[in-house]
């Protein structure tokens, strides 16, 4: 089973991952290391992912493993079982992401992703299972216990289990358009 950990940088992509203490493949250090690009995108300083190149790649490591975890803002786009979209407060993200070192035009264009949910659109759109995890007010702990309960839901739990999961994590049940941004 192929399982995408995506979502607008800074979200908690990466640490929640990490915390998992399960095999996971870094999408974008993937792309990176074995050249599975087309280009540069001078604008934005990064790579133009060849998508069908690391779907290929993707295929092979999957006849080989029953779960397979990736991680990236571009996993939802490779044909995952299961998407499990992380969402974090664009005040919350933009001091992440800040704290990063992130230009300020970098900051706004992911912020504004992250605002008008487009991460989360284009998972919906291409993926047959979608969560939806708030990032915002949770210790990477916390986030990790939700996110290793899902994956533990779809790779074998019970069928309530999982119910109950999709239901509580589903697609719209975080909403940043009732924020007040007023200073």
């Known amino acids: 089973m192929l399982i995408a950990i995506t979502g607008t940088p800074g979200t908690g992509k990466t640490s929640v991952c990490t915390a998992l ?48 975890v ?23 993200l933009a001091a992440r992401l800040m704290q990063r070192g992130f230009s300020a035009r970098k900051i706004a264009e992911n912020v504004e992703a992250e605002t008008l949910d487009v991460i989360l659109i284009e998972a919906v759109e291409l993926c047959t299972v979608v969560y939806e995890v708030d990032t915002s007010e949770k210790s990477i702990a916390e986030i990790a216990a939700v996110v290793r309960a899902i994956i533990d839901a779809e790779i074998g739990g019970a069928l309530r289990s999982k119910k109950t999961l999709r239901d509580r994590y589903k697609p719209g049940s975080v909403d940043w358009t009732c924020l007040d941004y007023s200073v």
């Open 70 to 92: 990736i991680e990236s803002h571009l996993a939802h786009l490779l044909n995952p079982e299961v998407a499990i979209v992380l969402r974090a407060n664009p005040s919350i």
């Open 21 to 68: 203490g399960l095999e996971y493949i870094d999408i974008n250090k993937l792309i990176a290391d074995k050249k599975f690009y087309t280009g540069i995108d001078a604008e934005r300083g990064s790579f133009i992912a060849d998508l069908d190149m690391l779907n290929e790649y993707l295929l092979l490591l999957q006849r080989e493993k029953t779960l397979l």
